[in-house]
C-alpha cells in the first residue's frame, strides 16, 4: 500500500548540476502534481498534470521541467540547480478525471528535501 | 483567482484547552476546502474536507471545522488539545468548477501545545 513515493528522500547539489526527482504513485490516479514548501511560504505549485501525456505550469515553474512519462510517474527535472532551489518538494495526486470536478483528497509523497549549494 | 489566508503562523496553546486555527478563503465559484497537517520531516496528511452538503465537517483526531459562507471561512477547531497535536496545519482551497485542478495552500500555521 505505498500510495505515492519519491525518491530520493535527500540530495545535495552543486550549483548549475542537474538532477531529476522521481515519483510514482500506485493508485491509478490521473492528476500528479509536484509542490515546493519553504519556511512560511507553504507549499507553491510547480507543475501539474491533469492527465498522462499532458503538463501544465503552476505558480512557480521557472527553473524546472516535468515529464509526465505514464500514468504512474510524473517526474520533476532541475537542469541547472540554483541555491534559490533549495527547498522542500512534494509530489502529489488525485483520482481526478479529465472533464469532471470533485472534491477528491489530494494525496502526498513524503517528500524530498533538496539542498543547492 | 482563489487564494488562501491563515491568521497567524504560531499558536500555542496549554494541553486540553481549545485549539483554533483561522483559515479565511477568497474564490470566485463556491470552493471545495481542507486541512491538512504535516509532523516534522513527513508529508501532509489530509484531516478534513468540505466539499457540498453539512456545513460542519468533522475529521481525522477529533478535528472538526465549519464552512461560513457568508464569513468566507473555515477555521479548525479542537475542543481540548493533545501533546500529539504538536504539527503544521495547512488549509487550502480548490474551485468547484469542471477542470479546475489547482489546489491553493495556506502559508500554514505551526500547533505548539504546552504541557
Known amino acids: 500500500n505505498a500510495g505515492v513515493t519519491q525518491t530520493p528522500k535527500f540530495q545535495v547539489l552543486k550549483t548549475g548540476q542537474s538532477m531529476t526527482l522521481q515519483c510514482a504513485q500506485d493508485?491509478?490516479?490521473?492528476?500528479m502534481y509536484w509542490y515546493r514548501q519553504d519556511p512560511g511560504m507553504g507549499l507553491r505549485l510547480i507543475y501539474y498534470?491533469?492527465?498522462?501525456?499532458?503538463?501544465d505550469k503552476g505558480e512557480v515553474p521557472n527553473g524546472y521541467n516535468v515529464s509526465r512519462l505514464n500514468k504512474r510517474e510524473f517526474s520533476l527535472r532541475l537542469e541547472s540547480a540554483a541555491p534559490s532551489q533549495t527547498s522542500v518538494y512534494f509530489c502529489?495526486?488525485?483520482?481526478?478525471?479529465?472533464?469532471?470536478?470533485?472534491?477528491?483528497?489530494?494525496?502526498f509523497g513524503e517528500g524530498s528535501w533538496l539542498t543547492v549549494v | 483567482a482563489q487564494s488562501v489566508t491563515q491568521l497567524g503562523s504560531h499558536v500555542s496553546v496549554s494541553e486540553g484547552a481549545l485549539v483554533l486555527l483561522r483559515c479565511n478563503y477568497s474564490s470566485s465559484v463556491p470552493p471545495y476546502l481542507f486541512w491538512y497537517v504535516q509532523y516534522p520531516n513527513q508529508g501532509l496528511q489530509l484531516l478534513l474536507k468540505y466539499t457540498t452538503g453539512a456545513t460542519l465537517v468533522k475529521g481525522i483526531n477529533g478535528f472538526e471545522a465549519e464552512f461560513k459562507k457568508s464569513e468566507t471561512s473555515f477555521h479548525l477547531t479542537k475542543p481540548s488539545a493533545h501533546m500529539s497535536d504538536a504539527a503544521e496545519y495547512f488549509c487550502?482551497?480548490?474551485?468547484?468548477?469542471?477542470?479546475?485542478?489547482?489546489?491553493?495552500f495556506g502559508k500554514g500555521t505551526k500547533l505548539s501545545v504546552i504541557p
Open positions: 487550502a482551497v480548490r474551485d468547484s468548477g469542471a477542470g479546475s485542478y489547482q489546489l491553493t
Open positions: 502529489a495526486s488525485r483520482p481526478e478525471t479529465l472533464t469532471g470536478s470533485s472534491g477528491n483528497t489530494i494525496y
Open positions: 498534470s491533469a492527465s498522462e501525456g499532458t503538463t
Open positions: 493508485m491509478n490516479h490521473n492528476s
